[in-house]
């Protein structure tokens, strides 16, 4: 259900931008498909006493369209859907008494769905920027966290957990607050921007949200 309504979100949100389009008849809209590389900083845990750092950065990655439509005085709106695929992990995570730090991995794989307002200004003659922000919605499909450690009696101990189940501790729904810079060039769109997270993505007594800096390349048809 929660699949067919983020469906819905997209078609809705691209029929909305295709109106404008056609209102302004400006410049014609601009399909893309975008990759990017994710540098993943999750947050500290914060609760009544204070706060500590639990993890450490982590990579990923994410592939998707893009809906480009200029507005008018130089201004634009960029629907988009990508399919991604992140981690990061703990920090000297001890799991029992006397057992060695260990550092699992956390990984979560979903679908993000960003709408950004953009504008665009000339540099120079041959050089072009644009700045973009907008809000960026998230589930996550799948997601675990994996690693193994040796225990006092020096046994190999093997975990797969899944905080993102039923009655997990993490959320699988996410939002951000997308802020970046575009470099578009004849074939070619250098993107870089970050995703300040909004959302506590922890069910329990402590809070933790997410963020994100990507590197991507958009090629528009």
């Excluded at 981690?87 to 979903?110: C, Q, R």
């Excluded at 729904?173 to 470099?183: M, N, R, S, T, Y």
Aim: charged residues 20%; glycine residues 10%.
């Amino acid at each position: 259900m929660r699949r067919f309504f983020l469906f819905l979100v997209v078609i809705v949100t691209l029929s909305q931008v295709n109106t404008i389009a056609q209102e302004t008849g400006d410049t014609k809209p601009m399909w893309g498909i975008k990759a990017a590389f994710d540098i993943n900083i999750p947050g500290k845990w914060h609760f009544d006493g204070g706060s500590i750092g639990m993890f450490r950065h982590g990579f990923g990655g994410n592939l998707g369209a893009v809906y480009n439509v200029y507005v008018g005085h130089d201004f634009y709106l960029e629907p988009g859907v990508s399919l991604f695929y992140d981690t990061y992990s703990y920090k000297e995570l001890f799991v029992e008494e006397n057992s060695k730090a260990i550092d699992p991995t956390v990984y979560t794989t979903g679908i993000r769905i960003p709408v950004v307002a953009g504008y665009s200004f000339d540099i120079t003659d041959r050089f072009i920027m644009s700045v973009y922000t907008g809000p960026e919605v998230s589930y996550i499909f799948k997601g675990g966290i994996r690693g193994s450690y040796f225990n006092s009696n020096n046994e190999d101990i093997r975990e797969d957990l899944n905080p993102y189940a039923k009655h997990g501790i993490h959320r699988r729904f996410d939002c951000a607050w997308k802020i970046g810079l575009a470099f578009p060039t004849e074939y070619i769109t250098l993107n870089i921007d970050a995703a300040i997270g909004i959302t506590d993505v922890c069910k329990n007594d402590i809070s933790m949200r997410e963020n994100r800096v990507s590197i991507g390349l958009t090629h528009y048809f």
